[in-house]
């Protein structure tokens, strides 16, 4: 089923420890994004990538580190976990051209992550 | 920047009503889409209803339809019929059609309660 596929599903890390949240699409689309969920602020994002090879800075950056070395993966990299990162973390996807269909979001189904 | 904001934490409605849930936008561009997107306990991200900025006419899907009222900068969501199926948290979404990315930028969600 062609998709977005995010791992861990959950996930309870200690404070200071390095996390790497992975995200893989099948849908071959060019533009790839990392979110993060909390309560009241809706969906917040963290970095996107246009197209493989480059990577952008979204709304809440810091402590977060994203790579886009091919078209299909987008891992999101957290240095040093710290308590505040505690979220729900929702990878997305688009194909990114000019084409007004192609601007919807194709979403995984979230990484639940606890930063102890 | 662009802003989106949804005023309405939480809703409810009678199965078989109508609700309607708003949403406000902030924005210098004249062109742009507008997306509903809903979330139910699953946590599972799909998309309601679209709209393109240029379009005067509003986007309707089966029981979904919008109320786009560009100069006011709003974008309304009217659930008519509703079913228990559509309890979930509602998200508000712009994405600009512009050259500064594939970036799309969501409202803190209004959670959507329907009684029996």
């Known amino acids: 089923i062609a998709g977005i596929t995010q791992a861990p599903t959950s996930q309870i890390l200690a404070a200071g420890r390095r996390m790497t949240l992975r995200c893989t699409q099948d849908?071959?689309?060019?533009?790839m994004y990392w979110y993060r969920q909390d309560l009241g602020l809706g969906l917040r994002l963290i970095h996107y990538?246009?197209?493989?090879?480059?990577?952008g800075k979204g709304e809440v950056p810091d402590g977060y580190s994203v790579s886009r070395a091919n078209t299909d993966d987008f891992p999101l990299t957290l240095a040093s976990a710290v308590p505040s990162q505690t979220s729900v973390y929702f990878c997305?996807?688009?194909?990114?051209?000019?084409?007004?269909?192609?601007?919807?979001?194709?979403f995984g189904a979230g990484s639940r992550l606890t930063v102890l | 920047a662009q802003t989106v904001t949804q005023s309405q934490p939480e809703m409810s409605v009678q199965e078989a009503e109508t609700v309607t849930l708003s949403c406000t936008y902030d924005?210098?561009?004249?062109?742009?889409?507008l997306f509903w997107y809903k979330q139910p306990p699953s946590r599972q991200m799909i998309l309601v209803i679209r709209?393109?900025?240029?379009?005067?006419q509003n986007a309707t899907e089966n029981r979904f339809s919008v109320n786009f009222q560009k100069a006011a900068k709003s974008f309304s969501l009217k659930i008519s019929d509703s079913q228990l199926g559509d309890a979930a948290m509602y998200f508000c979404?712009?994405?600009?059609?512009?050259?500064?990315?594939?970036?799309?930028?969501f409202g803190a969600g209004t959670r959507l309660f329907v009684k029996a």
């Open positions: 997305a996807s688009s194909s990114g051209t000019g084409l007004s269909g192609a601007n919807v979001l194709t």
């Open positions: 849908m071959r689309h060019n533009a």
């Open positions: 990538s246009n197209t493989a090879g480059t990577t």
């Open positions: 924005t210098s561009e004249s062109d742009y889409y």
């Open positions: 709209q393109e900025a240029y379009k005067q």
């Open positions: 979404a712009y994405r600009s059609a512009g050259t500064g990315g594939f970036k799309t930028i």
